[in-house]
């Protein structure tokens, strides 16, 4: 299925990755593509390999017109939650970039309000390079800080993996309790701080 674009000038196109972590920041991205200088490999940050998204993360910034980077930190997702956080930190990487852009487009059902026409769009990091380039950015950044952070807790395994609620985060959680960068208004560490499920 190919997308057709709005008709503008300087489309941004918006991702964020982690939304489902217990730890740490909610990342996004926001990229401006010079259809001058095109990107080959461009698709969704999940689909391809480390060495690849590492690969297109230096390229994207030496290429792209303008890029930016946003996220909300894990108090502030657990003061307004977690969608509304996604949203604020959208919009701070769209207020980053060096241009307002004409329009935005944003991966997912729905779009925050930028200030300039936007529209949501379903599997976008798939259909959409913009959206393609903003989700490998925002992927590797937040990849790179739960190296950071395995590094100061490497009892947690966050490098393996990257703070999702997988088996072995649990155990750690139980095992260790929750670290200063975790989610607490998530219910696996507030179980784990509190001992109440709800």
């Given at each position: 299925m190919d997308f057709i674009y709005p008709k503008a000038t300087f489309i941004a196109g918006v991702d964020e990755v982690g939304r489902g972590p217990l730890v740490g920041a909610v990342v996004t991205a926001a990229v401006i593509l010079d259809p001058a200088n095109p990107i080959?490999?461009?698709?969704?940050?999940?689909?391809?390999?480390?060495?690849?998204?590492?690969?297109?993360?230096?390229?994207?910034?030496?290429?792209?017109?303008?890029w930016s980077l946003g996220r909300a930190e894990a108090a502030e997702i657990d003061q307004i939650n977690i969608l509304q956080a996604t949203f604020v930190a959208m919009q701070r990487a769209v207020a980053g970039l060096a241009i307002h852009p004409g329009f935005v487009l944003v991966d997912g059902n729905k779009a925050p309000d930028f200030g300039v026409p936007a529209l949501a769009v379903i599997k976008g990091d798939g259909l959409v390079p913009e959206i393609s380039a903003a989700s490998i950015l925002a992927k590797v950044t937040r990849d790179r800080e739960m190296a950071e952070l395995d590094k100061l807790y490497p009892q947690y395994g966050f490098a393996k993996h990257k703070g999702y609620p997988t088996a072995l985060h649990f155990a750690m959680l139980e095992k260790y309790g929750a670290t200063e960068h975790h989610r607490t208004s998530f219910a696996p560490v507030r179980r784990v701080l509190t001992g109440v499920s709800k």
């Open positions: 080959d490999g461009l698709m969704d940050s999940k689909k391809l390999s480390e060495k690849k998204r590492e690969r297109l993360f230096i390229e994207i910034q030496e290429k792209a017109l303008y």
